[in-house]
């Protein structure tokens, strides 16, 4: 956490004077000199017992012990006289003898004079806190739970549970408090291109295929460039980092210095993610084409460098789509995922055009979806991009094998692919999350996201199929938290028991006269975010992502 405290050592509100704040301060310098002048060899054992003990007796008093007393503490251990602080003396030093309250946005209930910045990491080294604001996360798909005013506990980077009122357990664990501001779940956006971030927002007005071909290709093939590649993922992280995703499966290119850049990059954001090397050996086009046994063995030096290398960042098997994979590589890459126990991401029934060159390439498919499963590529550790025109039997197919399907409704709006059956899949207790698809998509919001599930699942009713329902706005909150979130584990949801990833959301900017509940304002949020929203906090698995 990178929270800054008001007072980092001053543990309670007790109405003090400048007068009797300069007396401590006196006091407490006096006192360390003596101790100084006396014995310096004391100091980093004695010295700090009586700096901290006045500090305590100052409290009592209703004093303020100044910054610089604590500083004169923390800087005894680094003396050059080789003595350590005893053991007994941290555990003395973070004694917690009341809540420190740390206070975020203009509605906060708590006022502090702010003193000069320290970082909270440096005076609790924990991921351990309770966040305090208006709650609001999934318990269904249909279901939300809001809790105004809630405390969500983070316990070790795991959700402790959201409450009414803070159990007495959880008392001494350092609070945020955020005032009115909404907390929700991170969200996971499962299906992105990091390399087209660079031409976001072009050829909106091409089909998928002529999209590929005019824009996508080209584009990837200056990733062959490590320079370009620098330039393009130090944009593309950064921004990713300031959005609402806290998790991500990413598509990198079939360049493997260009894919380990990305896997540092995305690495230093703090946030968890996993990266592909693109494998394509047939219809990539000039300069963006692998030989077959080359695109195997690039993939496995590819896995070997970047093995045990990062935290919160992994790879994953990504063959491009059918049309650009042979069946002689898609089966080297499946035996690399069942040895290396790799998940795997691939795009499957997007566009019609791209179904019928499938058929052609692959006649002894009994639909698109069983390319990939013949070759044992399909299951729970896979994620299949859009499936907007699965039929019975491939929908079958997902189903039973558990493969994820990653519904990317701005894309397929924008590339004339059509829109996916989510209501359908959902119906089936499939797996469902959602993906910018970046850039078919054209920004990396996952409210935006959220937004157009819905809308496209209105025109799906209304125009293709009316005993499909349209999705609600609980469904799609589900999709990008807890749906998506599934694939990296137990992640989605701040119930007891998932890992925490948390948001912090200012409304305060997006103007109403009319006085809105919690969900209220989450649903207004998906929408209007762009007009006032704001990003406040950030956290994955505990911990704090900096958004500057």
């Known amino acids: 956490m990178e929270e800054k405290l008001d007072r980092p050592f001053h543990l309670k509100e007790r109405g003090a004077t400048v007068k009797t704040e300069v007396l401590a301060g006196l006091a407490t310098f006096v006192t360390a000199a003596y101790v100084l002048a006396v014995n310096p060899s004391v100091m980093s054992a004695t010295g700090i017992l009586?700096?901290?003990?006045?500090?305590?007796?100052?409290e009592l008093c209703g004093l303020y012990v100044p910054d610089a007393a604590a500083g004169y503490a923390s800087l005894l251990p680094d003396f050059s006289n080789g003595l350590a602080v005893p053991s007994f003396a941290p555990t003395f030093m973070k004694m917690d003898f009341s809540h420190i309250g740390v206070t975020c946005g203009r509605h906060s209930q708590t006022t502090r004079r702010r003193m000069p910045p320290i970082e909270k990491e440096q005076a609790m080294d924990t991921n351990s806190f309770v966040l305090k604001g208006s709650v609001c996360y999934n318990t269904s798909p249909q279901e939300v739970r809001c809790v105004e005013g809630g405390y969500a506990v983070c316990v070790d980077g795991v959700s402790a549970g959201v409450f009414e009122q803070l159990p007495e357990r959880f008392a001494a664990l350092p609070l945020v408090d955020c005032g009115d501001q909404?907390?929700?779940?991170?969200?996971?956006?499962?299906?992105?291109?990091?390399?087209?971030?660079?031409?976001?927002?072009?050829?909106?007005?091409?089909e998928l295929l002529d999209w590929l071909n005019t824009?996508?290709?080209?584009?990837?093939?200056?990733?062959?460039?490590?320079?370009?590649?620098?330039?393009?993922?130090?944009?593309?992280?950064?921004?990713l980092r300031r959005s609402p995703t806290t998790r991500a499966v990413v598509f990198g290119t079939m360049h493997v210095e260009a894919t380990e850049l990305l896997m540092?990059?995305?690495?230093?954001?703090?946030?968890?993610?996993?990266?592909?090397?693109?494998?394509?050996?047939?219809?990539?086009?000039?300069?963006?084409?692998?030989?077959?046994?080359?695109?195997?063995?690039?993939?496995?030096?590819?896995?070997?460098?970047?093995?045990?290398?990062?935290?919160h960042t992994a790879p994953i098997i990504t063959p491009r789509f059918t049309p650009s994979v042979t069946d002689e590589l898609m089966a080297q890459l499946a035996d690399i995922a069942r040895e290396q126990r790799l998940p795997v991401q691939s795009h499957l029934s997007e566009n019609p055009s791209e179904c019928g060159w499938v058929k052609e390439?692959?006649?002894w498919s009994s639909c698109y979806g069983d390319a990939y499963d013949h070759f044992g590529l399909l299951g729970p550790r896979t994620v299949m991009a859009h499936c907007i025109y699965s039929d019975e039997t491939e929908?079958?197919?997902?189903?039973?094998?558990g493969t994820y399907v990653a519904h990317c409704?701005?894309?397929?709006?924008?590339?004339?692919?059509?829109?996916?059956?989510?209501?359908?899949?959902?119906?089936?207790?499939m797996n469902v999350g959602l993906g910018t698809d970046v850039a078919g998509g054209a920004n990396l919001s996952m409210f935006r996201c959220m937004a157009d599930a819905v809308a496209v699942s209105k025109l799906r009713w209304r125009l293709v199929d009316e005993s499909l329902p349209a999705l609600t706005t609980q469904e799609a909150l589900w999709l990008a938290t807890?749906?998506?979130?599934?694939?990296?584990?137990?992640?989605?949801?701040?119930a007891e028991g998932y890992e925490f990833d948390a948001l912090v959301l200012d409304d305060s900017k997006i103007r109403t006269p009319r006085e809105l509940g919690v969900w209220e304002r989450l649903e207004r949020y998906v929408y209007l975010a762009e007009e006032g929203g704001s990003l406040t906090r950030k956290y994955v698995s505990g911990r704090q992502i900096d958004l500057s």
């Open 50 to 58: 009586i700096t901290w003990a006045l500090g305590i007796v100052c």
């Open 361 to 363: 390439l692959c006649p």
């Open 482 to 494: 807890a749906g998506g979130g599934s694939f990296f584990g137990r992640v989605g949801s701040l």
């Open 395 to 401: 929908t079958e197919l997902l189903r039973a094998t």
């Open 264 to 311: 540092d990059k995305l690495e230093s954001t703090g946030l968890a993610t996993y990266v592909g090397k693109v494998n394509m050996d047939r219809n990539g086009g000039e300069n963006l084409e692998e030989d077959t046994a080359q695109s195997a063995a690039d993939t496995r030096r590819w896995l070997s460098d970047v093995a045990d290398r990062y935290d």
């Open 409 to 429: 409704p701005q894309s397929n709006a924008q590339l004339s692919s059509g829109i996916a059956p989510i209501r359908r899949y959902l119906d089936l207790g």
């Open 215 to 239: 824009h996508t290709f080209p584009e990837e093939a200056h990733y062959a460039d490590p320079s370009y590649a620098e330039r393009a993922y130090d944009i593309f992280a950064s921004d």
């Open 182 to 206: 909404l907390i929700v779940p991170g969200m996971s956006d499962i299906h992105i291109h990091a390399p087209q971030y660079a031409f976001r927002g072009l050829g909106m007005d091409l």
